[in-house]
């Protein structure tokens, strides 16, 4: 299976390469997040945008044979069939988002309402996830932050997320410790042998340690 044809089906070669043992990430994508509140009160969904970086789009773009003609725009057709390709994430693929409420892990929907496009060399997906059980958040908050674990893809999130549905939750950002994350990988890598490195799946999961944390908080 080649590389690109692995991001159409699995959307983030997850588990077939080994440079995931290098030293820093392969590939970089801009992530905006929204947080989408029901007319209860409750987090319902979260609204992802991804940019791709061009050298991923690329790729993507030749080994499907997208856009002959160089024109850096998909056809009506071409939309539509990667936004349907892109939908079917394999099962152990957890989206690359974490949500966390009261300490444990939010429950989240497959992504919905999938929109592929092509701007300015980049792709860009545009998708909706729900939670299984909507949050009541009255006096409540929600840590969020997006990051591949094994740290071959790096999402930064450059704008604040935005809310929308609530006009008095706020978002904080707690900026990742970069060092301490760089510690922490070289410590777990160096603990590893030359043939566990070459081996699928023992990368070091330290995906989050890079990944700025989002806290959403309302008033009780």
Known sequence: MSRALSLVMALALLVLLPLR?????????????????????????VHVVWHWDELMSLLTLEDLGLDPDRDGALSAGERATLSQRFSAWPEDFAGDMQ???????????????????????????????????PIPMAGASVRAQAFDPTYFIYYEVPDQPGITGADTCEVTRIEADLGAARSLYERLLGDLTEEQLMEPGQEPLVGSAFADTFVLSCPG
Do not use: C, I, N
Not at 26 to 45: I, K, N, P, Q, S
């Open 21 to 45: 043992a290098g030293a820093h990430p392969h590939e970089f994508v801009d992530a905006g997040l929204t947080f989408e509140m029901d007319a209860e009160g409750r987090l319902a969904m």
């Open 99 to 133: 949500l966390q409420h009261a300490g444990r892990d939010v429950a989240l929907s497959r992504p919905q309402g999938m929109d592929v496009d092509l701007r300015e060399g980049r792709f860009v997906l545009d998708f909706r996830r729900a939670l299984t059980e």
